[in-house]
């Protein structure tokens, strides 16, 4: 990995051009990425009639980029692009067990030295197989941390750590572990109102709990009942791609995913009303992202880590009241294009990043130039894809040769592989070649 030397002059770089801003004029950034959220949840609750007002405010009070898609869709790969703004496989977190090095420069460093508050609460999943993250540079330039590195996704009776390895545990005990951190967020909100601040927010439900030896679907009492009751499961839509030998798991699976949504708007909720109140509205970047999606029974599957849109693409939402203008935009993106934008905005030059920098169509709705959309999975393993996603058509391949090709026209469940169709050959040419230049440029070749 050549990064060493060029990742620390980057950094530097970078965090003298944001220092140099008046510390009135440096906007503040709330980060919030609830874990496994696929973006098509969102609609699909709408579609069925479950109100989410957090997220309707996003999208009428800020950009809504509908075609997001996740660097990675598994969790420590995709958390790490959303710090460095670098794919997987440069960084090299290409696993769940593989921790950020330190030799590659992180937007939280580069703000932490600029001045900066910086914060982080909940789950991390960067430091390898470890629970406790210890202060130091394993923090990557967070000055507060109230979180820890894996827990086994428990949302009830949680366990945190501060700045040292004993246990935190919320008081009471059986406090709903997104309710702590929004406790925690506001008061870090509170204490920081006067200073320019860089706080992430990684809350962890939706993302199913992996406490004991629990089935999928069953969600073992992770959840609060009061989510639990607000959603019945007749009503949720099953996409057409969920075969019928998974249907009853899927619904039961969607119970629990689509309560713990609503618990994660509810707390959305409270951080936005916390800004207002505050005083804090008008100088706040406010991104809310999720890492990677989840499969939810389609294509027969659970989880992630399957080039299909319920695993790769994620909502996104900017709001930065009177400098971005309620918009919607359909183009793809992905999570590498989240540092360079922030660092824009926020007054200094892009860390070297594989990402676009987005803040004039934010800002001053400039047009984007048309592209598409990269996504890597598993990459130096035998399980390894790559896929290119344009507004219109899916190009994947396989490391054992396989390769598939979908019309989202026409098939938006993604189930009539067209590969082999003659009509397509332009299409497929021209995937293949988008593909294989991202490819080159990120070093990927596994």
């Known amino acids: 990995m050549r990064l060493t030397r060029r990742g620390v002059v980057g950094g530097a770089v970078a965090a003298a051009a944001v220092g140099c801003r008046p510390e009135s004029d440096r906007p503040n950034v709330l980060f919030v990425f609830p874990d496994q959220l696929r973006a098509r949840a969102l609609s699909d609750m709408a579609a069925a009639g479950y109100a989410l007002p957090a997220f309707l405010r996003l999208a009428e009070e800020g950009a809504e980029l509908t075609q997001a898609l996740c660097?990675?869709?598994?969790?420590?790969?995709?958390?790490?692009?959303?710090?460095t703004?670098?794919?997987p496989s440069l960084n090299t977190v290409t696993s769940v067990t593989t921790p950020l090095p330190l030799?590659?420069?992180?937007i939280s460093e580069v703000l932490s030295a600029a001045g900066w508050s910086t914060g982080f609460l909940g789950k991390w999943h960067l430091d390898g197989e470890s629970t406790f993250v210890p202060p130091g540079p394993r923090r990557r330039g967070f000055q507060e941390f109230v979180g820890f590195n894996r827990n086994g996704h428990t949302f009830i009776g949680s366990v945190f750590y501060r700045d040292d390895p004993t246990p935190l545990h919320p008081d009471p005990p059986d406090t709903y572990e997104p309710i702590y951190q929004t406790d925690h967020a506001i008061d870090f909100l509170e204490r920081n109102r006067e200073l320019p601040f860089y706080l992430m927010i990684g809350y962890q439900p939706p993302h199913n709990p992996e406490a004991g030896e629990l089935e999928i679907g069953d969600w073992g009492g992770q959840i609060p009942q009061e989510w639990?009751?607000?959603?019945?499961?007749?009503t949720l839509p099953l996409l057409t791609n969920v075969p019928v030998s998974h249907r009853e798991k899927a619904l039961a699976f969607l119970h629990g995913y689509y309560a713990a949504i609503l618990s994660i708007d509810h707390e959305i909720g409270r951080l936005l009303d916390a800004l207002d109140r505050l005083g804090l509205a008008e100088r706040t970047i406010v991104v809310v992202t999720s890492d990677h999606g989840e499969l939810g029974g389609s294509h027969g599957a659970f989880g992630k880590e399957?080039?299909?849109?319920?695993?790769?693409?994620?909502?996104?939402?900017?709001r930065?009241?009177?400098?971005?203008?309620?918009?919607r935009y359909d183009g793809p993106v992905n999570h590498a294009d989240l540092v360079p934008t922030l660092l824009s905005m926020l007054g200094g030059p892009p860390l070297y990043t594989h990402g676009r920098d987005l803040s004039g169509l934010l800002v001053n709705g400039d047009p984007v130039p048309?592209?598409?959309g990269y996504v890597q999975c598993s990459v130096s393993t035998d399980e390894a894809w790559h896929m290119v996603r344009s507004d219109r058509y899916v190009w994947v391949e396989r490391a054992d040769g396989r390769v598939s090709l979908y019309d989202r026209d026409?098939?938006?469940?993604?189930?009539?592989?067209?590969?082999?169709?003659?009509?397509?050959?332009?299409?497929?040419?021209?995937?293949?070649?988008?593909?294989?230049?991202?490819r080159a440029r990120t070093a990927s070749w596994g």
């Open 71 to 83: 660097s990675n869709p598994l969790c420590s790969p995709a958390r790490s692009t959303l710090l």
């Open 85 to 87: 703004g670098l794919y």
């Open 103 to 106: 030799a590659v420069p992180c």
């Open 228 to 234: 639990m009751d607000a959603v019945d499961p007749s």
């Open 306 to 318: 399957e080039p299909f849109d319920e695993s790769v693409r994620v909502p996104l939402y900017v």
């Open 320 to 327: 930065w009241p009177g400098r971005i203008a309620p918009t």
């Open 370 to 372: 048309e592209g598409v």
């Open 410 to 438: 026409v098939d938006p469940a993604e189930q009539t592989d067209l590969s082999d169709e003659p009509s397509l050959q332009g299409v497929r040419d021209a995937l293949a070649t988008s593909l294989a230049a991202f």
